[in-house]
């Protein structure tokens, strides 16, 4: 009896002279021991030189922990740096991951490994900047809390995988620029309602009507510099559309009256083969003439006048 006092006043004791050491966990055993793998399969970089297991691991650079709740490893990200080598498929082994970035960082390569299905966690995915290559796996769509999947300025290659239209829970942005995606943008993209999609800059094919049409959500989109080639007369531009950077493709046809009915913030046709009068009215006359340029007969202000 006296002894169980005893411990519970030193516990409050200790509670009273600690209070911020009381709430915080120290960093879970497994995210450590993991943490240490991916340093090893990353061939120790200086830019890990923090993690060593005389500090809570919690404390190391390039990651963050829940330490109010659970002590588990939360984010992780390595940027700036000239690691090389592959992702270690360590990288699964941290289930608590909501955030994980790899960026700026040239030599790194290989695949994006399938062990990232493990972490359904994930909210953020940005792997930029980097040499990876092969596909955008068909696997992300598994990832269903995430909000940005952002994987450009990298060496995929292939097609985008109809998989990215089944997101079951949160709908992410996607953003696929600077990379070597061919091939048609597949229709199961438009039974989702996207946000922000940003494709440019590839080698995309097809069409882009999945994305339009009354009752779509799509706000920002930019599908500049690819090789997309359809009538643009025939699409139905969605009331959320807010910025829409269709340059350097070719695209033909001619601007519908109902881009006048649309309230854009930003608006690029320049470099397809468009043709006819730019509708006169809302927003269409406060874009610079750089919008419209290189076309084929596309006329009317801010263009010179129709002849
Ligand atoms: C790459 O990193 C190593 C050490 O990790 C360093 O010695 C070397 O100078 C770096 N090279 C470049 C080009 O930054
Ligand atoms: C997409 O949004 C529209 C209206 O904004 C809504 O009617 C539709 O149910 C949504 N579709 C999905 C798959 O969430
Ligand atoms: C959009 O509207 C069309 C026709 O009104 C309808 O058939 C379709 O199911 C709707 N799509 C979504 C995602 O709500
Ligand atoms: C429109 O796109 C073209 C081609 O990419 C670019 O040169 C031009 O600066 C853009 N205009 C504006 C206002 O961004």
Not at 22 to 49: M, R, V, Y
Request: charged letters at 15%; proline letters at 5%.
């Amino acid at each position: 009896m006296n002894k169980s006092i005893s411990i519970i006043s030193i516990i409050i004791i200790l509670c009273l002279v600690t209070p911020s050491l009381s709430k915080q966990h120290a960093c879970n055993k497994n995210d450590e021991k993991t943490l240490l793998k991916i340093k090893k399969s990353l061939g120790d970089p200086d830019i890990l030189a923090s993690w060593k297991k005389t500090l809570d691991c919690c404390e190391w650079n390039n990651v963050a922990c829940d330490v109010q709740n659970s002590g588990r490893v939360t984010e992780l990200t390595i940027s700036s740096s000239n690691i090389s080598g592959q992702i270690p498929e360590e990288i699964g082994d941290l289930p608590y991951l909501e955030t994980l970035v790899f960026r700026d960082l040239k030599n790194l390569n290989g695949e994006i490994p399938l062990a990232i299905t493990k972490l359904t966690r994930l909210t953020q995915l940005i792997i930029s900047k980097t040499h990876i290559s092969g596909p955008v796996p068909s696997f992300l769509s598994k990832l269903t809390n995430l909000y940005n999947l952002d994987l450009s300025f990298n060496k995929l290659t292939g097609s985008i995988p109809e998989s990215l239209g089944g997101f079951t829970g949160h709908v992410p942005n996607i953003y696929l620029s600077h990379n070597q995606l061919s091939g048609n943008v597949p229709k199961s993209l438009g039974y989702l309602n996207f946000s922000i999609i940003d494709f440019s800059s590839n080698h995309l094919t097809g069409d882009l009507s999945m994305f339009f049409g009354a009752n779509k959500t799509i706000q920002i989109a930019d599908f500049s510099r690819n090789n997309f080639q359809f009538d643009i007369s025939e699409l139905e531009y969605p009331w959320s559309l807010a910025s829409l950077d269709l340059s350097h493709n070719k695209i033909y046809g001619s601007l519908p009256e109902t881009l006048t009915e649309v309230f854009l913030a930003y608006f690029n046709v320049s470099y397809n083969r468009l043709c006819g009068k730019i509708p006169q009215g809302g927003d269409l006359q406060y874009f610079d003439k750089s919008c419209y340029v290189h076309n084929r007969c596309l006329c009317g202000s801010p263009l010179p006048p129709c002849s």
